[in-house]
């Protein structure tokens, strides 16, 4: 089936680790998007990527890295810097097409939280 | 920067009754707008997509309307049912594959 697929679905990070998630799509689309939600609360962007090897940041991008080697492929790794990186992490693609409209698809989500 | 409002921030109904969710925005030059229903702990499901250039979209139980000059759409959702329970959120596209979205609509439906 066509989708997005997040992993880990729950994970638990020490102070002071980086951690990756991983986000894989295999819907052909160019766009992907990391966003973050805390409880309660709207979507803020991380980082997105438009096309492969290139990537743009969010509002909230610092303590954050993301890659774009593949096309199907954009993990987001949280780093130490990051001084509150437990949330709900969800990953999301766009067909991309700069002059019209496009819809946006989500993945499961990944809970991240620091012990 | 397009802001995205949606009002009320939670709704309790019974079972059985018509009920309306409002989403506004302040930039009316959008390419479309989609509602979404976000169940607990889970990911983004699209409902409905309604283009720039419609006026509303059906699905099923579901009707979304947009009124792009005004800034707002509404999702009427007729018959709720406890399955409807769940947060519903609203995001436009603009310039540049570009999506804005609400804080959500947190809806309960009471048996």
């Known amino acids: 089936d066509g989708g997005i697929t997040q992993s880990p679905k729950y994970l638990f990070r020490k102070e002071g680790q980086n951690v990756t998630l991983s986000c894989e799509q295999n819907l052909n689309h160019d766009a992907m998007y990391w966003y973050r939600q805390d409880p309660g609360q709207g979507l803020r962007l991380i980082y997105y990527?438009?096309?492969?090897?290139?990537?743009q940041k969010g509002d909230i991008a610092e303590g954050y890295s993301v890659s774009r080697e593949k096309k199907e492929s954009f993990p987001l790794t949280v780093t130490s810097a990051q001084k509150n990186p437990t949330a709900f992490y969800l990953c999301?693609?766009?067909?991309?097409?700069?002059?019209?409209?496009?819809?946006?698809?989500f993945g499961e989500g990944s809970w991240l939280t620091v012990v | 920067k397009q802001e995205v409002t949606q009002i009320p921030a939670a709704l309790s109904v019974p079972e059985g009754e018509n009920l309306v969710l409002n989403c506004s925005f302040t930039d009316s030059a959008i390419y479309n707008l989609q509602w979404f229903r976000q169940d607990p702990g889970k990911g983004l499901t699209s409902l409905l997509l309604i283009q720039s250039s419609q006026r509303e979209q059906t699905s099923g139980r579901l009707n979304a309307s947009l009124d792009k000059s005004s800034g707002r759409s509404t999702l009427y959702i007729a018959a709720s049912q406890p399955g409807d329970s769940a947060t519903y959120l609203c995001a436009v596209s603009s310039t540049g594959n570009q999506f804005y979205f609400g804080t959500g609509t947190s809806l309960t439906v009471i048996p």
């Open positions: 999301a693609s766009s067909p991309y097409r700069a002059d019209s409209g496009n819809t946006i698809y």
């Open positions: 990527s438009q096309i492969v090897n290139d990537f």
